[in-house]
Each structure stands twice: as C-alpha cells, then as structure tokens.
C-alpha cells in the first residue's frame, strides 16, 4: 500500500493514508464510520488499488454488497490478484445471488488462491448450498483435509463452527455439539459463539446479574381496593341530611300549635270583656 500512495503528492497521500488508518481502525467496532472514512479516501484517491480494496471492505462491513463488489471487481483489475476473489463470491450470496456464488466456487481463480483462500471460498460455497436449501450437500462441501487436521489455524475455529451449524441444520444434534466444542478449543480469539452454541444445546440458560430487578405487584391489588370503598363512606354520610330534615319538619310541626291555644285564649278574654259588658248594662 505505501508504494501504491507514494504514486500521490506527498499531502494527498498523508491525507489519503490517515483515511485508511482509520477504516482499518474502525471497521470490526464501528463499520458505519469505517465506511464514512472510506468514502472520502475514494474521493482523494480512486485510482489507487489499495483504496478501492479498503473502500470494498467497508461497503462490505454496512452489508453494501453491490457497491463492495463493484470496488473488489476494481481493485482485482488493477492488481491482477485473485486474493479477493472468495469475498466478491460472498457479496454474491449477499446480493440474493448464491447459484453465482457457487458457479464462481468452480472457476481456475479457486485453483491459484492460497491454503486460507480455499478455506474461504469452501465456507462460502457452503453457506451458497445452505440459501439454496441444499442442507446436505453444505455438510459434505465443509468435509476436508483441513477439517479433519488437528493443527490450528487462523481459519479453525470458523470451518469447525460451520461444520458443526450444518449438522444441526440436518438434525445431527450430538454431532454438531462435537463440532461446537471443537470450534471453542480452537477459538482463541473469541471470533464465534462456540461457547454459546454448546451452552444452548446442553439446556443452560443465562441470567443477567446486572439487569434490574422486576418490581413485586402482590401489593398492588390491596392497595386499589382501598380507595373504592371511601364513596361508600361518603354515600352514608350524604344520608344524613335527610335525618336533619326530617328533625326540622318536626320541630316545624311543634309551633303549629301555639296558634291554636293563643286562639282559645282569646276567645277566652272576649268572652269576659263581653260578659262585664252584660253587666255594667244592667247596672
């Protein structure tokens, strides 16, 4: 790559080398701003093999597969290299295309690529037979010297991890679980989900010891029925106005009767008046 940029004036190729850094940097944490990186470094410097490459894998990384393919496809013309071949076929599958895919796994290319580039293009043919339902044939496809070794390598723990996902795939459970273990023996890296795929198929769930703990409801329908009874409380005191009333009209009948007696008392006195007037007539 640096004798690539060295073709460049010396501040574009800075510009454009800071660039590349960064893709590089980025690309496995933060893919979306690997590709944003990659986009201005095809700006500066299109014709520059390495950055057409970079910018292949970072379309690659935000599953750009059409603009991933159209950059390797770019950079294998103006190298010559086949090195990129088993991931142009892979953008293939990604494109919803995996019969080319598989068409391009029995190309001369497979022939001149390098023992990890075989490895590569042998996953990828795989993964073309498993989209087209063909779940047997992956299982035979992934069987190979490279497979059965027992030394490992770089690509290990990822042929023995997808080895084992196309037996369970056909329903050879306790094989796959063989494989699984295989691929985590070999997984120094921690590339794949070995561990978790073992620990799914044994029956050992997960709890999270950090996630926050559920509030208890058990409380809750004590709580609601309080408040329903105090209309009730409320409806028999609304009663009692109606006894107060009923007091009023009684003590509204009592007085009643006054009338009647001052009546008979005045009766009474006209009564007299008109007797002493009898008798001062007769006097």
């Given amino acids: 790559m640096r004798q690539e940029l060295m073709s460049l004036p010396k501040t574009l190729a800075d510009d454009v080398a800071k660039n590349l850094v960064m893709v590089a940097k980025l690309l496995d944490d933060e893919p979306e701003r690997a590709y944003e990186y990659s986009r201005v ?52 599958r990604g494109m919803g295309r995996p019969e080319r895919a598989l068409a391009m796994a029995g190309e001369p290319e497979v022939q001149k690529l390098d023992r990890a580039g075989q490895v590569e293009m042998r996953l990828v043919a795989a993964g073309a037979r498993r989209d087209m339902g063909q779940t ?12 059965a070794s027992q030394s490992v390598q770089p690509w290990t723990a990822r042929l023995r991890y997808a080895y084992a996902d196309a037996l369970l795939a056909v329903g050879r459970e306790g094989e796959a679980r063989e494989w699984f273990a295989k691929a985590l023996e070999a997984d120094q890296g921690g590339t794949t989900d070995a561990s978790d795929r073992l620990a799914e198929l044994d029956g050992v769930e997960f709890v999270d010891a950090l996630a ?36 009023s009209d009684v003590e509204d009948d009592e007085p009643a009767g006054e009338p009647e007696a001052s009546a008979e008392s005045d009766d009474i006195e006209s009564d007299d008046l008109k007797k002493e007037a009898d008798e001062g007539d007769g006097r």
């Fill in 136 to 147: 047997d044939a992956a299982v035979v496809t992934l069987q190979s010297p490279e497979l």
């Fill in 212 to 247: 926050p703990e559920e509030p208890e409801d058990e409380l809750e329908p004590e709580a609601e029925l309080e408040p329903e009874d105090e209309p009730e409380a409320e409806a028999e005191v609304e009663d009692e106005p109606e006894l107060v009333e009923d007091e």
């Fill in 41 to 92: 470094a095809l700006r500066l410097a299109s014709r520059v093999a390495a950055v057409r490459e970079a910018a292949g894998f970072a379309s690659y990384g935000v599953a750009k597969y059409s603009e991933a393919l159209a950059e390797f496809r770019a950079a294998r013309r103006m190298t010559g290299s086949v090195d990129l071949w088993p991931v142009m076929a892979d953008c293939e």
